[in-house]
């Protein structure tokens, strides 16, 4: 090879290791531009990303299963919560029967009701058929809240309360009658209302309601 000849190849060879050595530089800026891209996506949508955890609730004798859900403040407000939690604590002291906590149940429904449901709830403890004479202390029945729907209407506040009742027969201890109720009240929150030291330490905000309607569920 002649010297002229070698001294172009080595050119030649210098400027395609320059072409090269540039080509592999656009490369790697380029790879490293699109890797911070994506890294700082991947920052920017962690706020956005929510771990939901779901507990499933087995009953082991019906192997009905729900879902347990965790509350917070998009999901339900601290009035809402309030709301279902009256609603169904005055289902389950109206229609559950525990002979010894009786008087305990009775006095609190009344203090949650307005004088009409008073008269009402009175009228299942009177006469000689009430329900205290039929089922003494031989028999319990027992309240499970199935759930609570909340809603208005004309501007006063509904709760629809879903519950399954079990009557249970204590000198068997067998279970008996079991039935399912949807429950319709009306209610409104009284704090104005005059009531004892006592009394608002069990209804601090005046919980009352004003109607109450029962319906047996029918099962196909």
Same mark, same amino acid.
């Given at each position: 090879?002649?010297?002229?000849?070698?001294?172009?190849?080595?050119?030649?060879?210098?400027?395609?290791?320059?072409?090269?050595?540039?080509?592999?530089?656009?490369?790697?800026?380029?790879?490293?531009?699109?890797?911070?891209?994506?890294?700082?996506?991947?920052?920017?949508?962690?706020?956005?990303?929510?771990?939901?955890?779901?507990?499933?609730?087995?009953?082991?004798?019906?192997?009905?299963?729900?879902?347990?859900?965790?509350?917070?403040?998009?999901?339900?407000?601290?009035?809402?919560?309030?709301?279902?939690?009256?609603?169904?604590?005055?289902?389950? *002291?109206?229609?559950?029967?525990?002979?010894?906590? =009786?008087?305990?149940?009775? @006095?609190? %429904? +009344?203090? #949650?009701?307005?004088?009409?449901?008073?008269?009402?709830?009175?009228?299942?403890?009177?006469?000689?058929?009430?329900?205290?004479?039929?089922?003494?202390?031989?028999?319990?029945?027992?309240?499970?809240?199935?759930?609570?729907?909340?809603?208005?209407?004309?501007?006063?506040?509904?709760?629809?309360?879903?519950?399954?009742?079990?009557?249970?027969?204590?000198?068997?201890?067998?279970?008996?009658?079991?039935?399912?109720?949807?429950?319709?009240?009306?209610?409104?929150?009284?704090?104005? *209302?005059?009531?004892?030291?006592?009394?608002?330490? =069990?209804?601090?905000?005046? @919980?009352? %309601? +004003?109607? #109450?309607?029962?319906?047996?569920?029918?099962?196909?």
């Amino acid at each position: 090879m002649a010297y002229g000849d070698a001294i172009g190849y080595e050119e030649d060879r210098q400027s395609e290791l320059v072409k090269s050595r540039k080509i592999a530089w656009i490369i790697a800026s380029v790879s490293v531009v699109l890797t911070v891209l994506s890294t700082s996506s991947i920052f920017l949508m962690m706020p956005l990303k929510t771990v939901v955890p779901y507990v499933i609730k087995e009953n082991v004798v019906t192997g009905e299963t729900r879902i347990v859900t965790m509350l917070d403040k998009r999901t339900l407000t601290t009035d809402e919560a309030t709301d279902k939690f009256f609603a169904s604590d005055y289902v389950k *002291k109206r229609e559950q029967y525990y002979y010894n906590i =009786l008087a305990k149940d009775y @006095y609190h %429904v +009344l203090l #949650y009701s307005g004088e009409q449901v008073q008269n009402e709830y009175a009228s299942i403890y009177s006469g000689e058929d009430s329900r205290d004479k039929l089922l003494s202390n031989n028999f319990k029945v027992e309240v499970e809240v199935l759930g609570v729907v909340l809603a208005q209407s004309s501007g006063t506040k509904i709760a629809t309360v879903r519950s399954k009742i079990t009557t249970i027969d204590l000198h068997s201890h067998t279970k008996g009658i079991t039935s399912f109720l949807s429950s319709t009240i009306a209610y409104e929150y009284q704090g104005n *209302k005059q009531m004892s030291e006592e009394d608002r330490l =069990l209804s601090p905000i005046g @919980y009352t %309601v +004003l109607t #109450y309607r029962k319906d047996e569920e029918v099962k196909q």
